[in-house]
């Protein structure tokens, strides 16, 4: 198995809290330590690091504590990027700072006329882009994003609303390869899972419940929730080498490694 080097954007979570609940995961009356939250994003960009990955860091900004969650700022494919439309109020200032930033660093950046929370629900997997919907991104934002990129787009229903982003239900592991959690998905969706993916690696609600599918894959390693401990068995069985990392203090808003990280496709 080979790993290929990446280029990720992440945002310090400087200004991470939990104030407000847009998903289950998130209870604002709940005790949250931001500090700690800092430190294990930087030994999760540090892990990056030692992968001999490329980082690049957008600001945070205050007043917009979930802007830590670079994945959902874009959907970046062949150096196209779609530009995202949040659901939710709270977070919508966040859309003009990763369109911004990427239009700055000479990207082509289309706008998203649809709710559409980039990485989040969109993940490219080989030459197909599977889409979430259900909870935030729309059956029409997919439909923009393959005319925007021209890649084959596969709609997959989410039904969970622990698992509201398509990336905290199923990760992908390599061009041909994916792990995910059955029954976060309709029955139809699962049924097209197991047509695309009759070799896939299927998770345990243990390690869903971790956020364990929100995990970050070069090919050959993959970052995950250290807690996710039946599924990094699952991948070392396959042949991956498996990277825990603890980022309990994200998880508090909903979100584990990927989440935190955006690939920059070029
Ligand atoms: N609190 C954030 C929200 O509900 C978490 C986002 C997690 N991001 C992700 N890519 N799953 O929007």
């Known amino acids: 198995m080979d790993a290929t080097s990446r280029r990720y954007l992440m945002c310090r979570p400087t200004y991470f809290a939990v104030e407000y609940a847009i998903n289950p995961w998130m209870d604002p009356s709940a005790p949250v330590d931001a500090d700690l939250a800092v430190r294990q994003w930087e030994a999760l960009r540090g892990v990056y690091l030692d992968l001999g990955h490329t980082v690049e860091e957008i600001a945070p900004l205050p007043g917009l504590p979930d802007m830590v969650f670079a994945a959902n700022g874009a959907t970046v494919v062949d150096g ?17 700072a990763y369109a911004h930033w990427f239009a700055r660093a000479g990207f082509e950046v289309h706008e998203a006329k649809h709710v559409n929370e980039g990485e989040g629900d969109l993940l490219l997997a080989g030459d197909l882009l599977l889409a979430g919907t259900g909870f935030r991104t729309t059956t029409a934002a997919h439909g923009r994003a393959q005319e925007i990129f021209g890649r084959p787009t596969v709609t997959l229903q989410l039904v969970d609303p622990r698992f509201y982003h398509l990336d905290t239900a199923l990760c992908v592991l390599d061009e041909r390869t994916v792990a995910y959690l059955p029954a976060a998905f309709s029955p139809g969706s699962q049924a097209a899972l197991r047509r695309l993916f009759p070799d896939a690696v299927l998770a345990t609600p243990a390690d869903a419940e971790v956020l364990g599918l929100n995990a970050v894959s070069d090919g050959r390693h993959v970052v995950l929730p250290v807690q996710a401990t039946g599924l990094a068995a699952a991948l070392r069985d396959r042949g991956y080498e498996t990277i825990g990392v603890d980022l309990s203090e994200l998880r508090k808003a909903g979100g584990g490694p990927k989440c935190c990280t955006l690939e920059v496709r070029s």
């Open 80 to 96: 196209r990027v779609l530009a995202v439309q949040f659901r939710d109020p709270q977070r919508a200032d966040e859309a003009p």
